[in-house]
Every structure is written in C-alpha cells, then in structure tokens.
C-alpha cells in the first residue's frame, strides 16, 4: 500500500509549507483588512442612516459621496479636501528623506566600535522603547513647566527659554525656528526608530571581506562608503522607505478626518468615501516610489 502511494515532488512541498508559512497573514488580511474594504467601498456608494427597525439603512447614491467630499465638505479646520490632501503629499514627501537619511546616519554611529558602543546604542533605543511622550513629558518637568505662548511644546517653557526672553531680551522671531527645529529632532528620533533598527541589521550582515578587499585596492572611506555600503543596503533601503511611507500615512491627519465625518458628523458615506480616496492615494505613491527604487536597486545589483 505504501508503494501504491506517490510522493509529493519537492516543488509541490515547497508551496504547500509556504502556503502553511503565509496562512496566518491571509486569514488576518480577510478578516480584519478586505472584508472591512470591502463594506467601506460600499458604505461609500450609499447614503447610510438609520433605520427605523434599528441598525443601519442604505440608499443607494453612486459617486455623490466622492462628488460632495472634494465639492462641498471641508475638514475640521476649515480645509478643502484638495488642500488636505496636497499638504499631506508635500508633508510626506518632505519627512520621507529626512527619516530614511537620519535612521542611516543613526545606523552607522551604532555600528562604529568605540568604549561605551552599548550605553549609546541604550540611550538613543531608550525614547523609541519607552515611547517619545513620555520622555518629552520628563524632560518639560526637568527643564521646568512655566509656559510661553509661541506655539512650541519642550522648548518654549523651559528656563533656558525664559531667561534668554526675559533677561536677554532675544526676540521671539529669533528663537522660535529655533525651538521648531530643535523639538522636531524629537518627533525625527521616534518616526526612525525601527529604520535605524533595520539599518544596523543590515550594516552588520555586510561580509568583512568585501572592507577588506576594498582597502586592499586603496579606496578611501569615502569610496568605500558609495561603493560597498550603499550598494549592499540597497534592498534594505527599499524596505525602509516602503515602512516609512506607510508608517507616516498611518499617522496622518486625513485619519482623523474621516473618523470625525463617520462619528462626530454621522456621515458614514462621506466618511468612507474619504477612506477610499486615501487609501488609493497611499497606493498611487507606493507604486510610484516602488518603482522608481525597483530601478535604482537593480541598477546597483548589476
């Protein structure tokens, strides 16, 4: 009887184990993400409300939601959609090489074997683990927690903001791109995090002896830098900047506005609509970006 049985070719196991491996993000994709898609597309094609009986009540109306989002809604603040969306685009693509630059900048300092390579490595990992609340919240109660009104959080109420206002008399216009500047270091420590994370990995998996040949052929460090690191975290950089697009569409406001027109509004329609369009606008920009990556990696592969 055993005989009588055909094995399975080493292909066929191969697909079966990885389909076995991918089952569990399958299940979850259907579950939590396209059958939630799926009744947001059709929340927005309706003029959803309430029905008498209870629960919800649907009319059909087409692409009136998407006319009426881009037409005649405004966000929260008073904004367009357009100009929602514009400001959001423009944000991301200003954040997006600061994040990707700034976690490999990170990633090679961490990597640099010097005495006290692990409390460096403790003290800059320490805000992402804890959180960058928190740490801010400590450092506003060390630098002090008297307040002025110029718009910044950290800076603007600790002493040293005080004494050079009050007692120097520097002027608010002054300080104040300063003050920006300087907490926006924050919020770039805690958006590159897990890049930095990645980017170290990949720094360390690079093989010695690649360093060692290139010293050998007399390249300078700079040279070295362009022609063997870079090439050899190309793939890791691909996956950083993929991370970081999404990871800053996840903490967009456009969220939040499509949370207030379901919920505060009782739009569900326009709400969902507005789900929509934001979820094909982080499509059309990961297409793009996967794009033309796709041709820079392939580039340094050769």
């Known amino acids: 009887m055993n005989k009588s049985r055909k094995k399975l070719s080493f292909r066929t196991m191969w697909k079966i184990h990885g389909l076995i491996f991918a089952s569990p993000f399958i299940i979850g ?10 009744q947001t597309i059709y929340y927005s094609l309706n003029k959803v409300g309430v029905a008498d009986q209870g629960g919800m009540s649907f009319e059909w109306n087409g692409i009136q939601n998407y006319i009426d989002l881009f037409r005649t809604e405004v966000t929260t603040g008073n904004q367009t959609m357009i100009r929602l969306f514009t400001e959001e685009n423009l944000t991301m693509l200003i954040s997006l090489p600061m994040i990707v630059v700034f976690s490999l900048f990170m990633a090679l300092l961490a990597n640099q074997k010097f005495r006290g390579r692990a409390v460096v490595r403790l003290l800059f990992f320490l805000p992402i683990i804890l959180g960058i609340d928190v740490v801010i919240d400590m450092l506003a109660v060390t630098a002090g927690n008297t307040s002025l009104d110029t718009g910044s959080n950290l800076l603007a109420g600790s002493y040293v903001t005080i004494f050079l206002v009050r007692t120097l008399n520097v002027p608010m216009r002054i300080l104040y791109p300063i003050m920006t500047y300087v907490e926006n270091i924050f919020e770039l420590i805690s958006q590159a995090g897990v890049q930095t994370l990645v980017y170290l990995t990949a720094l360390q ?3 010695p002896s690649l360093y060692e040949v290139a010293k050998m ?3 300078t460090a700079y040279e070295t830098f362009w022609k063997v ?7 890791i950089t691909f996956f950083v900047v993929i991370y970081t697009i999404v990871d800053l569409f996840l903490k967009s406001s456009i969220a939040e506005e499509a949370y207030a027109f379901a919920f505060s509004q009782g739009k569900i329609g326009v709400g969902s609509a507005l789900s929509v369009v934001y979820i094909l606008n982080v ?20």
């Open 229 to 235: 690191t870079i090439p050899s975290i190309m793939n």
């Open 205 to 207: 998996s690079i093989s």
């Open 283 to 302: 499509i059309l920009v990961l297409a793009v970006a996967a794009l033309l990556l796709r041709k820079v990696v392939k580039k340094n592969e050769k």
């Open 29 to 38: 994709f259907v579950a939590f993400f396209l059958v939630p898609l799926v």
């Open 217 to 219: 052929e007399g390249a």
